[in-house]
C-alpha cells in the first residue's frame, strides 16, 4: 500500500523512525472521526505533569474494550511498523497494539514536557490535526528536531533502558490541513498505539553495562529466593541432602559471582531503572532434574517453569548490565541453566525419585530479584531488593494506576439478612475471612473505581516523610528533579484485589465446577471446561479476566490445595495486581504543596523553601 519510493523515512536513531506524509487524506479524515466517536466511551483527563498542557481524549484496552475500538486503528498501525522494519530491523515487522491512547493539544497552550515514557513496548505515534514542534533525544546523541505533521508517524520503543526522552515544545497555530474537521482546525492530537511490554527489542539497540569491569566475589551474588512461606518442603531436602544448607538460603542465582556488596548502594538506582522494563512473572517448582558429574555423583535441583521465557530473559538483560559477571551463562553448551539446588547424591541413588511423587507444587510470582552477600562464614544475606517491573495487559500502563476502591454500599446484596449479619467488609479485607454459603451472595453491584486519587494522597505522605527523615540524618538528598523521580518510585507500587475472593468462590460453586462442605471442597467431575464463566455485565473487563483466570487455574491445575482455606490463598494471588503510580504525580504534589520547588530549566531542586514573607 505504501512505497518507500514515494515516501520521506528518516531514521533518528537505532530504533527510532519517522515516517512522513504516511497517511493518505482519507485515512486522517476518517482517524479524526473515529477518535471523536471514541470520546463518548472515555472520560477526558487534564495533564498532571509540571510542563505539561493537554488533555487525554481516549484510553482503551485494545483486548477488553475491543467491541469499541475502530479496527482501522489496529490495521494501520501494523502497515507503519512494517514499513519501518524496512530500514531499521530492530523494529518488529507487526505491531500488536494493546494501548491505545489520544491526546489533544491546544494549538495556543498546549505542550509536553520532555520525559521518557519507562514503559516497555514499541510506540507507533500518529499525529493528526495542526502540526507539533517535536524533539527527540537518546544518551549521549544531539537532540532531533522536527515538525510533526498531520499524517506523519513516530515509531520508537518506550522501554526505561533505552531512554527515549521526547518533547512538544509549541503547537503551529493554523497549520491544520483544510480537509480535516472544523473540530480540529486548532488542535493536534497524538493517537498512540503501544504494544505489549515482551515484544522482541533486538540488539542492536545496546542495553548500556551498569558496570563494565569491576571485582568479582563468591562472597555476593543476585538471585531470586522463593517466599519464605515456601521454604519448608525444600528445607527437609535441603538438611539431609545439602552440604551448602548452612550457607544458602533456597535461590535461583542469575549472576554468581558478583560485585563486592560494598558496590551494592551505588548500582541499585540504575539496576531498579533497567529492570523495570522486565515485567513480574509466574514461576513454577514443580519438577525435580539433576546434573552428572564425572565420577558419577548428582546434584538435584528443582526446575524454574515460567512462561514466554522469562526467566531466561531476565538473566539475559542481567548479563548485559553485568558483563563480566556471566560466568553462568557460559557454564554449559545451552546457556543459562536457572536451578535450585536440593542435594548432592549418587547417581544411582533412589532417593531422588521418592522426592517426585511426594512432591506438592509450588507456584508464585517473581516480581523482585535480590543482591545477595555473606562475610567470612557467616551464611548468605539479603542486602538489597530490586522490583521489576508491573505485570502489563492487566492494567493500561498508559494511565495513572490508583488502588481501586468499592463504592460504599457492600458488594454483594444481602439475601438474607440474618444469615449475613456477622458479615462485613472489613472482615473480608483483612484476610481472615470466612466463606460464606453460596445462599448468601448475588452478584457484586459495583464495579472497580479506577478514577480516584486517594491513594496518590498516601504515597505523598509517605515520600514526605522519608524525606524529612533523610534530612533529619544529614543524608544527601537527590539534587535533580530526574533523581528524586527514581528515588520514589519505591513508595510507588503495591498489590491490590480486584475482585473479592468470596464471589469468585461462590462463581465457581453456584456453576457447579467445586462442591465446598465445611472446610473440605472437591472439584466436580462433569462440568464443561470449555465453557466461559466470566461474562457478567455488571463486572469490569479486568474483573471478568479475573474470574476466567480462576476457572481456568482451577480446572488445569493437578496439585488443588486440599481445603477451603488453602483454595481461598491461591485465588487470592490470582486476584491480585501490581499497581503503579507514575513518580512524576506525586512530584507534583510534592510542589503543589510548597515541600519542593523545581527549576524548569535546569531540574535542580530545593526542599521545603521557606514561605516569603509577603
Not at 480540529?184 to 569491569?213: A, C, E, G, M, Y
Request: glycine share 4%; proline share 5%.
Amino acid at each position: 500500500m505504501y512505497s518507500v519510493s514515494t515516501m520521506d523515512i528518516e531514521s533518528l536513531f537505532p530504533g527510532v523512525v519517522l515516517l512522513h506524509s504516511f497517511l493518505t487524506k482519507r485515512q486522517q479524515i476518517l482517524m479524526v472521526q473515529d477518535v471523536q466517536k471514541s470520546r463518548e466511551y472515555n472520560r477526558p483527563v487534564s495533564s498532571q505533569y509540571p510542563g505539561s498542557n493537554y488533555t487525554k481524549i481516549v484510553s482503551f484496552h485494545t483486548k477488553a474494550q475491543a467491541d469499541i475500538v475502530p479496527s482501522s486503528f489496529q490495521t494501520i498501525s501494523s502497515e507503519a511498523t512494517a514499513l519501518a522494519h524496512t530500514v531499521d530491523d530492530s523494529i518488529p515487522e507487526e505491531h500488536q497494539g494493546i494501548y491505545c491512547t489520544a491526546t489533544m493539544y491546544d494549538s495556543i497552550y498546549g505542550k509536553l514536557g520532555a520525559h521518557c515514557d519507562n514503559i516497555s513496548g514499541w510506540v507507533v505515534l500518529f499525529s493528526l490535526g495542526c502540526s507539533a514542534e517535536y524533539f527527540v533525544k537518546m544518551p549521549r546523541k544531539n537532540r532531533k528536531r522536527f515538525t510533526f505533521k498531520s499524517g506523519d508517524v513516530l515509531i520508537y520503543n518506550g522501554s526505561s533502558g533505552l531512554k527515549v526522552r521526547k518533547s512538544i515544545e509549541k503547537i503551529n497555530t493554523g497549520s491544520c490541513p483544510s480537509f480535516l474537521p472544523f473540530s480540529v482546525s486548532d488542535k493536534h492530537i497524538d493517537l498512540q498505539f503501544r504494544s505489549k511490554s515482551n515484544t522482541t527489542v533486538r540488539r542492536n539497540i545496546r542495553t548500556v553495562p551498569i558496570i563494565k569491569k569491576s571485582k568479582k566475589v563468591v562472597q555476593s551474588a543476585v538471585a531470586i529466593i522463593p517466599p519464605e512461606r515456601f521454604w519448608g518442603p525444600i528445607q527437609d531436602i535441603r538438611r539431609d541432602y545439602d552440604k551448602a544448607y548452612q550457607r544458602w538460603m533456597p535461590h535461583i542465582n542469575l549472576l554468581y559471582p558478583f560485585i563486592p556488596d560494598t558496590k551494592f548502594i551505588s548500582i541499585k538506582e540504575k539496576l531498579t531503572e533497567a529492570l523495570y522494563e522486565i515485567p513480574s512473572f509466574e514461576m513454577g517448582l514443580n519438577n525435580f532434574s539433576h546434573f552428572t558429574f564425572r565420577n558419577g555423583d548428582c546434584s538435584l535441583h528443582l526446575t524454574p517453569e515460567t512462561k514466554a521465557n522469562s526467566l531466561n530473559k531476565l538473566q539475559s538483560l542481567l548479563g548485559d548490565l553485568f558483563p563480566h559477571c556471566t560466568e553462568l551463562s557460559n557454564k554449559g553448551e545451552n546457556g543459562y541453566n536457572g536451578h535450585l539446588t536440593v542435594g548432592q547424591f549418587n547417581i544411582n541413588d533412589p532417593t531422588m525419585e521418592s522426592f517426585q511423587k511426594d512432591w506438592s507444587p509450588i507456584n508464585f510470582t517473581v516480581d523482585k530479584i535480590y543482591l545477595i552477600s555473606r562475610t567470612g562464614d557467616s551464611p548468605f544475606e539479603v542486602k538489597e531488593e530490586i522490583e521489576l517491573g508491573p505485570k502489563f495487559g492487566e492494567i493500561n500502563p498508559n494511565e495513572i494506576l490508583v488502588e481501586p476502591h468499592w463504592n460504599d454500599e457492600p458488594i454483594y446484596e444481602d439475601i438474607s439478612e440474618d444469615e449475613t449479619s456477622s458479615y462485613s467488609e472489613e472482615e473480608s479485607d483483612s484476610g481472615n475471612d470466612t466463606f460464606m454459603p453460596s445462599s448468601v451472595y448475588s452478584r457484586p453491584n459495583s464495579r472497580v473505581d479506577l478514577s480516584g486519587t486517594y491513594h496518590h494522597d498516601l504515597i505523598t505522605k509517605k515520600v514526605k516523610t522519608w524525606l524529612k527523615k533523610m534530612s533529619k540524618k544529614q543524608q544527601n538528598l537527590p539534587k535533580l528533579s530526574s533523581k528524586l523521580a527514581s528515588a520514589i518510585k519505591q513508595f510507588c507500587s503495591y498489590r491490590i484485589l480486584v475482585i473479592q475472593v468470596e464471589y469468585i468462590l461462590f462463581i465457581l460453586e453456584s456453576n457447579e465446577i467445586i462442591s465446598i462442605s465445611g472446610d473440605i471442597f472437591r472439584l466436580n467431575d462433569d462440568f464443561d471446561d470449555q465453557r466461559r464463566i466470566s461474562d457478567d455485565p455488571e463486572l469490569d473487563p479486568i474483573q471478568n479476566e479475573t474470574v476466567e483466570r480462576c476457572f481456568q487455574w482451577i480446572i488445569s491445575n493437578k496439585y488443588l490445595p486440599s481445603t477451603v482455606e488453602g483454595l481461598k490463598n491461591s485465588i487470592r494471588q490470582l486476584c491480585s495486581v501490581k499497581m503503579q503510580v507514575d513518580p512524576r504525580i506525586i512530584m507534583n504534589r510534592l510542589q503543589q504543596d510548597k515541600f519542593v520547588e523545581i527549576n524548569a530549566y535546569s531540574e535542580k531542586m530545593e526542599y521545603f523553601p521557606k514561605k516569603s514573607d509577603a
